[in-house]
């Protein structure tokens, strides 16, 4: 969960009230974060530098607190405050309007299509009139900071650019042009640099170069300028140092370049919302409009609330409190979401107006979590379940354990190897092809022993026995576990299959042990040889030609087994013969 540090003396001038530690603890736990630590800036440093220095009695208090994953409205001081004031009753639920600008007079974006190959998406707003103090300033760019490692995912999603108005100049464009193209004088920096001067300029910098992996590998690189073609941003590397913003900026334009378009949106939702509070007109954001080569255009941000219609008994039910219709509607209003009740039908219903803060609010249960945290969680009445239900194991899971038992029972020591692995040991190490067809490919691997979902148990047992190689002969292995494979039929592309498999190494074949071990699990499944499974030739390229066979349940292949093709095991690095068998579990259900 997101921590947010905030100053204890400025959150408590902020919220008009001083509060004992248990009091604050209390109201958190109300309210539904938690105050996760106590400390001191200095104490932070010394923690760092592990130095035992005693505090001293001017060292401003820091309260560390946690707040939830999705509430991206309170990961700043002024999110922290607007909400327990509100809580408290000492505030209204806040009104955010789009200043009414004619549209010939917007600011306007226009994206060229180059950029659909990199990064599609840009949003944008105008904060105009903000009154910055050091504090206010600092916590605009923690916002930032918070954003970019939670709903951004460190940058991959969506990147924040915030410019000084007042030293650029609309219209804007934003382009992908090649990094020989791009020259400009980065932020906190004193000379001009090309793109890729700075890709390599900033690969010993500890805060940056971890982004650099977005973009460094494309042809183009995205980059935002104003009508003079000054640079306001590298997306999503770094700002131009021409626009940045400081103590002085009175008018901020905010820009959001992204691969996804709606987390976009909330960002500078987010990002206006909670600073337009600052704004010569509060709670007043200024438009710009965002025009494609196409023709299409759209104007940000979208600051209006959409409305949910939510059962009065639906809520009620799934808290297991009885409250009325007003008072499930006060409830709503201090979670900051302005509620009425109305009659339908003769039944009760809610209609929640959800703001532009609460991205977080997409569904019926999430009004009725909101009315359960208002209400207190502690004063739910607890009650006996009502209905009683008699869980038992999946039929799929039940038979894989009575398998696994099967085969330890003859000998065999299980083992539990990754899901992915590398493109190498799925494909060409067991000199199987591509067909693009089967496997799932991971598209921006960590590392390259993780890089495609497993077709197959054999890469993960054959590297097993290649790291334990010197093990006393033989050896007996096995594992059930799934795979995955492409499958259109499915809403995500791709459908999981439980094998099993096992593999004998010795310094013989030992392919009668493997065909005995099949046969035995036949056996105990009540299979018959022949009217139920059977053999029949293979040509697989992973086993010795002629020494190797598929299996059949009835007339369908649910497997194979064969003595390892040498090539294979030299590349796993194998000096002895390996039998090896895998079968699709699921059939036998």
């Known amino acids: 969960m997101p921590i947010v540090s905030v100053g204890r003396d400025r959150l408590f001038d902020a919220l008009g009230q001083t509060y004992e530690q248990e009091e604050f603890e209390e109201l958190c736990f109300d309210y539904g974060i938690e105050l996760d630590d106590v400390t001191t800036e200095k104490a932070i440093v010394r923690k760092e530098k592990h130095l035992d220095e005693e505090v001293g009695d001017d060292e401003e208090i820091i309260y560390k607190i946690e707040v939830p994953a999705n509430r991206y409205d309170l990961l700043c001081l002024e999110g922290l405050v607007q909400a327990l004031r509100i809580f408290n009753g000492k ?210 941000p979208d600051l209006s609330v959409y409305t949910m219609d939510v059962a009065l008994s639906y809520i009620t039910d799934s808290i297991g409190a009885s409250l009325e219709g007003s008072e499930v509607t006060r409830l709503l209003n201090r979670r900051q979401l302005y509620a009425e009740q109305s009659i339908s039908n003769g039944e009760c219903r809610i209609l929640v107006s959800v703001p532009p803060t609460r991205s977080d609010v997409l569904h019926a249960c999430d009004v009725m979590e909101n ?19 008699q869980g038992r194991q999946q039929p799929l899971n039940q038979t894989t354990d009575l398998i696994r038992l099967e085969v330890a029972l003859m000998g065999y020591t299980e083992v539990l190897t990754w899901i992915l692995c590398s493109y190498e040991e799925n494909f060409s190490m ?5 067909d693009s067809k089967t496997a799932v490919i991971i598209g921006n691997p960590r590392s390259s022993d993780f890089e495609v979902v497993r077709t197959s148990l054999m890469p993960g047992m054959l590297k097993t026995m290649g790291h334990n190689k010197g093990a006393t002969k033989p050896v007996k292995i096995f594992e059930a576990g799934d795979i995955a494979l492409l499958d259109d039929a499915k809403d995500v592309g791709a459908s999981n299959h439980r094998h099993l498999a096992a593999l004998c190494c010795d310094s013989s074949s030992t392919l009668e042990i493997i065909h005995g071990l099949i046969d035995r699990i036949m056996e105990v499944l009540g299979v018959p040889f022949g009217s139920g499974y059977h053999y029949e030739p293979s040509d697989e390229p992973e086993f010795f030609p002629s020494r190797q066979a598929n299996i059949f349940l009835k007339e369908k292949k649910i497997g194979s087994f064969g003595i390892v093709h040498p090539e294979v095991l030299a590349k796993f690095d194998i000096d002895f013969p390996c039998s090896f068998m895998e079968i699709d579990i699921e059939p036998f259900l």
């Open 91 to 300: 505030d209204e639920i806040p009104t955010y309007r789009v200043a009414d600008v004619p549209r010939e007079s917007m600011l306007k974006m226009h994206v060229k299509p180059e950029t659909a190959s990199i990064r599609p998406f840009v949003v944008c707003a105008v904060l105009r009139g903000v009154a910055f103090d050091e504090a206010r300033y600092n916590s605009f760019i923690d916002l930032q900071d918070k954003l970019h490692q939670n709903i951004c995912r460190r940058r991959t999603l969506v990147a924040i650019g915030t410019h000084d108005l007042d030293t650029i100049h609309g219209p804007f464009t934003y382009e992908a042009l090649a990094p020989s193209e791009i020259n400009f004088i980065p932020l906190k920096q004193e000379k001009s640099f090309r793109a890729d001067e700075l890709m390599e300029h900033y690969k010993c910098d500890t805060k940056l170069k971890k982004f650099l992996h977005i973009i460094e590998d494309s042809p183009v690189y995205p980059v935002i300028y104003d009508k003079n073609r000054t640079v306001l941003s590298l997306p999503p590397i770094i700002n131009g140092a021409h626009s940045s913003i400081n103590l002085r900026t009175k008018n901020v334009f905010i820009e959001c370049t992204a691969t996804d378009l709606t987390k976009a949106k909330i960002v500078l939702n987010t990002m206006v919302t909670m600073f337009s509070v600052y704004c010569e007109k509060k709670f007043e954001v200024e438009p710009v409009e965002v025009i494609y080569t196409n023709g299409n255009s759209s104007i940000y």
């Open 430 to 434: 067991l000199n199987r092809k591509d």
């Open 371 to 389: 009315v359960a945290i208002a209400y207190g969680l502690n004063n739910i009445t607890r009650s006996e379940q009502i209905s009683l239900t």
